[in-house]
């Protein structure tokens, strides 16, 4: 079955205490990213990986951090986290480039940082 | 920048009714808009992917339109059930660095009433 899988499902975590979300897809999909969803703000994008060793910013980068060493993993890390990191995190992934393909995502990942 | 805009932000209705659901874009070189479905705390379920070059894409009672030339879509639900309450998500794949970032609407949240 085609799917993203992320661990953990909840997590609750003190601040400054490094942790990483897992992102696993068995699509060999080229293209993954990271989103966090927060009430009135909707989905923003973290990081996104065009492909294995190549990542970029999205439009939330502050205090995360990413790497793509093989296709089908994509680990959020939360250097040190804070309370302002409390949020709905997803993981995705698609083909990339202009290939009009759907795009997947994981069942999201609640993190609480007090 | 792309912005993408749902109205209403949340709707009400008998079970039974039809409704459309509506999303709007500014920027319309895209390669394709995608319908997701969100239950509360869940993941996102993909419901229909309409490319730059279609007008609608059907998928039992719901049915998406796209009308790139204006920035806007609908997405039509036939004979609503209690079980299609949930939050619908439009997000659009544009052009540029990131060709595979969608860009989320903040959502339409669906309550239909048995």
């Known amino acids: 079955e085609a799917q993203v899988t992320q661990n953990p499902r909840y997590l609750i975590t003190v601040t400054g205490k490094k942790l990483t979300v897992t992102c696993s897809q068995n699509m060999n999909h080229e293209y993954m990213s990271w989103y966090r969803q927060d009430p009135g703000l909707g989905l923003r994008q973290i990081y996104y990986s065009m492909n294995v060793e190549v990542t970029d910013k999205g439009d939330v980068p502050e205090g995360y951090k990413v790497s793509r060493k093989e296709k089908r993993n994509f680990p959020l890390i939360l250097e040190s986290p804070s309370p302002n990191q409390t949020s709905l995190y997803f993981c995705?992934?698609?083909?990339?480039?202009?290939?009009?393909?759907?795009?997947?995502f994981g069942q999201g990942t609640r993190l609480t940082v007090v | 920048k792309q912005e993408v805009t749902q109205i209403p932000a949340a709707l009400s209705v008998p079970e039974g009714e039809n409704l459309v659901l509506n999303c709007s874009f500014t920027?319309?070189?895209?390669?394709?808009l995608q319908w997701f479905r969100q239950d509360p705390g869940k993941g996102l379920t993909s419901l229909l992917l309409i490319q730059s070059s279609q007008r609608e894409q059907t998928s039992g009672r719901l049915n998406a339109s796209l009308d790139k030339s204006s920035g806007r879509s609908t997405l039509y639900i036939a004979a609503s059930q209690p079980g299609d309450s949930a939050t619908y998500l439009c997000?659009?794949?544009?052009?540029?660095?990131?060709?595979?970032?969608?860009?989320f609407g903040k959502g339409t949240k669906l309550s239909v009433k048995p």
């Open positions: 920027d319309s070189a895209i390669y394709n």
């Open positions: 997000a659009v794949k544009g052009y540029g660095g990131s060709q595979g970032n969608l860009i």
């Open positions: 995705a992934s698609s083909f990339g480039g202009p290939l009009n393909t759907e795009a997947f």
